[in-house]
Structures are given as C-alpha cells and as structure tokens.
C-alpha cells in the first residue's frame, strides 16, 4: 500500500502535468483532425477515421517488449480493439514523454526495468481521456446523457435505443476541447475488470518479424550514396592517437580516407570489407599521457581495493541505514566477517554498437539512424559534437539487438556525428565484435566487507555491508551524482535491505577512482551486491545451525509478499526433498526497484576441473500487476540466462588500463549446452507494475555459491565462480 500510494501521489501530478503541457509542446489539440480524418486526443493517442489507434511509445525495443506492454495499457483504459492498435515511437522531448518514475524524475531513459512502472499511470490516464473525450462527442452527437453510453471494444455503445458507433465513426465529427477531462485515479479501472492486461492469448508484436527475418535493426540501415566506417578504439578515456600509418591504409583498395579522432582512429570507405582490412593493417601509437586509467591493473587493484575498504578513515558514503549497526556489531556476542568481490563484465549484446548518420551541409543540423535506449541523450551526443541544439538533432530510432544497459552510452552516436561531419557524407559506423570490446563501458569491479553480529540466541543484531568500486553514477550520470554529494544511484543500488528484520543496519560506498568507463548493466549495482549479500547470509545460517529458507523466512516476517515468493521458489524445487550425493540446492532472495525474487538452483560440480553445472534453475517473482504474462515468464527467463552466464564464465581482464580480451575466444559466455532447465512462477497481486527486465540476475550466482557450499562445503567469494576459482577452493 505504501508503494502505491507513492506511485499515485507522486506519479499522478507529474503525470497529470505532463499530459496539460503536452499541448503546448505537441501541437495545439483542440480541434485537432489529421489529415487522413484522425483526431489527436493528447501527447500519448490517436484515432484514425477507419479505427486504427496509434499509441505514442517513448522506451526503447530491445526485446523486453514494451512496444506491445506500453500500447497495452493505453488501449486497456481508451477500450480499444487491440487488434486495431499500433504504435510510433516519441519524439526526444522528456518535457512531454519524460519516465516519471522516482528514480528517473522525468529523464527519457529505457533502463533498470522501470518502463513499464514509470509509464503505467501516465498512458492510462491518456486511453482514459481519450475514452471520455469519445464519450462526450457521442453523447453530444445522439442527444443523450453521457452517463447512458458505455464502450466495447472500440465502439460507443447506447444501449437504450440500440445505437452504436465505432471510435473512427466519432472521429470523423469529434472536437478536442483545448483543456482535458480531468482524470483521478478513481476514473480508472480496477483490476478484476481489465479485458486486455493480464491476458495470456496476446503475443509481442515484434516477434513475427524477428521470426521471419524482417525486423530492421539500426545495423540493418542503409542510406544512399552512405560510406562505411571501421574504428580502432582508443583503448581507455583520455587516450590519444600519436602516430598512426594512415599512408599504408590509404593503399587498401576501397579506403577513402583515414581520420585520427579524439575517440581513435577511423577507416573510411566504400565497402564494409575495405574498412575492415583496413581497420586491420592500422598501426597505431598511443599517448596515454592524459588516460586515467593508464596505470590500472584490475589484478594488482584487488588488493588495493579490500586495503582501502578496511581504512578506518575511509570516505565512506551512507547508503541505507536503520539503528546503530556498529554499536550493535561492537557488543554482539559472536561476530561473523567475510569478504566478497566481483570482476568487470562486458555488455556482450548480439548486435556490436553502430550507428547511421547525416550531417547537413552547413554543420549545424544532422540524421542519425539507430538503436538507442535514449533518444534524448542521442540528441544531446550530436549537438555537442556539432555545437547545435538538441532540436536540431533528428534520431531514426530502430530495434535494439541487445540493450542491457550499453546502449543508454551514447558514444557510437557521437562518433558517427564526428565522422559525417569530418566527411561531409552520410556514414555508417559499425565496429566489430573486437572494438565492441575494446570500447565496452563494463560493469564495475567491486569489493564488499561484510559483517554481522549475533546476539547470545544466534539472531542478527546488527549488518554491515560496504562496497568498493568505481561509481557508476560518476560517469553516467554526473548531475545527478552531484546532485546526491556523490552517491552512486546505480551501482549501490542493492546494498539496502529494507525486507530483513534486522534491527541495526548499515550500507555505505567508498569511491574508487581508476578511469574506466563503467556504467550500468542489466540488473546495475544488484548484481553484485545481492552476491555478496545473500551467500554472506548463507554463511550466518550455516553458522548458527538454521536452514536457510527457514532463515530467510523468519527476516521477512513482516512482508507477506517477500514470503510468498520465497516459499514459491522452495515448493517448485522441493527444498527439503533429498538430492543425490553429487547434487545440492541454493537459495537467494532479491527486491530489485520493489519487484520482489526468489532463485533457488540446483548444481553439481567435476571436481576434477572445477567446472559447475546448474540442472536446474527455479525462480519466483512477484512484479505486482502483470502485464503480459507470458512475456513476462520469458523476462525472468532471459535475466536467468544473463545471470547464469556472469556468475559462471564472464570476466573481463584490464592491463595497463586497456581491456585484454578480444573476442568471444578470451571472453566466455553461457552456451546453449550450458543451460539447465528454467522454471517460472509470477506471484502476481494487485499492487502496481515494478518491472520485469532484469530481476531474475540479481539472485542467480548467490544461489549457486550457496548450492556449491552445501554439495562441497567450500565458499567461493568471487565473481565469476570459474571453474579456476572452484578448483582453488577445493584444494584449499
């Protein structure tokens, strides 16, 4: 109740206010009939004369499915046909089409699982004041009370006389009134009486054409008379270009020109094989003079990390508190201490990042085509490049092949702005899997120190819990950093434990500072906080003899829906039915952004190479209102695959401050032989939409770290659990 009286009260103004200013912004609706005979009722719909029903949609595709949620909602409340509605993405104005959710406040942003939460209420009350906007002009038009009329799906129905009209009968006499019906949230639906959100028959519109081939992504652009573009990387920030062999690329038959930048050096030409040699027979020096991250070393760091984890004097920033946490640890009667960390991870998306653009003849104004999970930062990346503003920017977007958080980064915008300026063509960047990785904006690498104290009865009295890293928020989001004195939203974001009954608690951040250019990655900081979190709560259980769902249960006694989905997950895998000799179970408990998880996993492990394999993967979820169903069974799914693959394989080595790994040879992900059999339960109630996205990572690798302590009785406290990683510990 207390979230969505947070949601309503603090979601419904800025809504409501979002929908009057679109007028302003969106053109004048009062009266407002399209050319084909349609009316614009507000920023968010549209209805055509022959009934087609266009939903304005401001997130990103990039297989989470929101161009078929997003519409969803709208056309619950406007009751539409849905087999009549369609969608156009919205323009980079977060003014009108700003998320307004408490962790975005107004940013026109696709990340962290929070569409679907942030645009739940303003498309709502969008369909229903369109909804009412159509009632009034029938009413008007039939000469009856609006109260005698009632709607089917796309239709206005008075049921007195037996008249009905479809929705684009009413457009073709309709008026807007300049102001708006005021719409509350008693004027929405409730629950028990939707017809489309929750159904299980409505698949994702996007899937046909990825299935048969025809989805166009941003790789998939082409423009006329466009040129092609290959780009060595500078191998960190700061580095510049000294001395490149551009004469001997400029003989690779196919290459126009060869273009130092301050982000590397860039192969021009007319095919994407000419640019490719090319980009290959670069010779490049590099001035790392002014890099940061030159002298960083991710292998040497451990060390310095936990060092100035333990300093007493340490700039430690308050993340989440409740009680007296060390005072609590100081006089408990035993105390439990750990240290965990975790390695960067690459984004690995399917499609490397590219980028197709345009630039006008006098430099001031340009085109790009792409997929980006910000079309509004992608405006902002061109017009600083070009020295223009952000309305002069024109963004094509396209399907994303891979978000997870790598394409909020505008960086391949920005170059392929450069590039068509330098160039004064339309040029198309694509970089290869190679610079992909060299350019990658990982997720951070991190050290925890966890403590615990116990009272004489062996219940936790206090919990501490810091974490050391580079910060997320430093580099991807600097006003905001600033704005909160220097915490990291993102990367912290897992440290809190709101759900345990733990009286004194504390989580804070000590700031690394190391040059590379971290920045978010599915399921951001909760990754590898929860890793750390809940295998250290394994620890307390197996320290004081409790089992631990039984543990986790009696720390949630005061949340219902954190229980529920907890026992959801232990009655799919049968918790207390007995495995064989060479197979365990592990369990995890996640809240990621309110949407409440539970992960249990069962594994063996080769003891000979380390290797551990996951049978089974069993997850709860309760993400409040469901949406669709089934997509939303295939999110957790995804995630549960994302996580699997960074808790087992994925780590990215860093050298004098470049990145060592190359290709998918160096840097291993999950494959298909690798996959265990996933299970899905949505523990759905009534409670507003928290997103789905990324909330089966965060408990996936505690939920194998846990499974392998109890099959092999060794802790490994270090993300990846490699197989190298597993070995040591049994020999240990």
Known sequence: MLLETNIIRRGFMKTAGALTFSFTFAGRVSNAIASNGGAKFNAWVSIAADDKVTVVVPAAEMGQGVITSLPLILAEELDADWSRVTFEYAPPNPKIYGNYHRLFNGAMLDAGSLTVPGYWMPLRIGGAQARRVLLDNAARHWGVPVGELRTEPSVIVHAASGRRLTYGEVVKFATVPAELPQITPADLKKPSEFRLIGRKDIPRVDVPSKVDGSAKYGIDVRQPGMVYASVLESPMEGAKVAKVNADEVMKVKGVTRVIPMPFGVAVIGQTVQATRVGRRALKVEWDLSGATAASFDSKKAKAEYARHGKDPNAKALEWFSKGDAPKAIASAARVIRAEYSSEHCYHAQMEPMNCVARVSDDGKSAEVWTGTQSNFLATLAGAGVLKTSPASIQVHQHLLGGGYGRRIAPDAIAQAIAL?????????????????????????????????????????????????????????????????????????????????????????????????????????????????????????????????????????????????????????????????????????????????????????????????????????????????????????????????????????????????????????????????????????????????????????????????????????????????????????
């Open 420 to 732: 068509a300026n330098a160039t004064k063509q339309t040029v198309k960047l694509m970089l290869t899997r190679e610079d992909d990785l060299a350019a990658a904006r990982p997720r951070p690498m991190t050290y925890h120190l966890l403590s615990a104290g116990l009272d004489a009865g062996g219940k936790i009295s206090g919990w501490y819990h810091r974490l050391v890293a580079e910060n997320v928020d430093a580099i991807a989001a600097p006003p905001r950093f600033k704005a909160t004195g220097g915490k990291d939203l993102i990367g912290w974001r897992g440290l809190e434990q709101p759900f345990y009954a733990v009286p004194n608690m504390l989580a804070d951040g000590v700031r690394e500072i190391r040059g590379m250019r971290v920045q978010p990655w599915r399921g951001i900081g909760a990754g590898y906080n929860k890793f750390a979190s809940e295998s250290f709560l394994d620890e307390i259980a197996q320290a004081t003899g409790q089992d631990p769902v039984a543990l986790r249960l009696e720390l949630t006694r005061d949340h219902p829906r954190a229980q529920a989905v907890i026992r959801a997950a232990a009655e799919m895998a049968e918790w207390n039915r007995p495995r064989p000799k060479d197979r365990a179970l592990g369990i995890a408990f996640s809240d990621y952004h309110d949407t409440l998880t539970a992960g249990i996993a069962e594994i063996s492990v080769d003891r000979k190479s380390g290797r551990i394999r996951v049978h089974h993967y069993w997850v709860a979820a309760d993400p409040g209102i469901v949406v669709q169903p089934d997509n939303a069974h295939a999110q957790l799914e995804s995630a549960v695959v994302y996580g699997l693959s960074a808790a087992l394989l994925e780590e990215l080595t860093v050298q004098g401050g470049a990145i060592r790994e190359s290709n998918f040879h160096q840097y291993r992900v999950l494959r298909m032989s690798d996959m265990p059999e996933i299970h899905t339960r949505l523990v759905a109630t009534d409670n507003p939409p928290t997103g789905m996205g990324e909330v089966g990572v965060p408990s996936v690798a505690p939920a194998i770290a846990n499974a392998l302590f109890r099959l092999a009785g060794v802790r490994v406290r270090e993300l990846p659990i490699s197989p190298g990683r597993v070995q040591a510990a049994l020999k240990a």
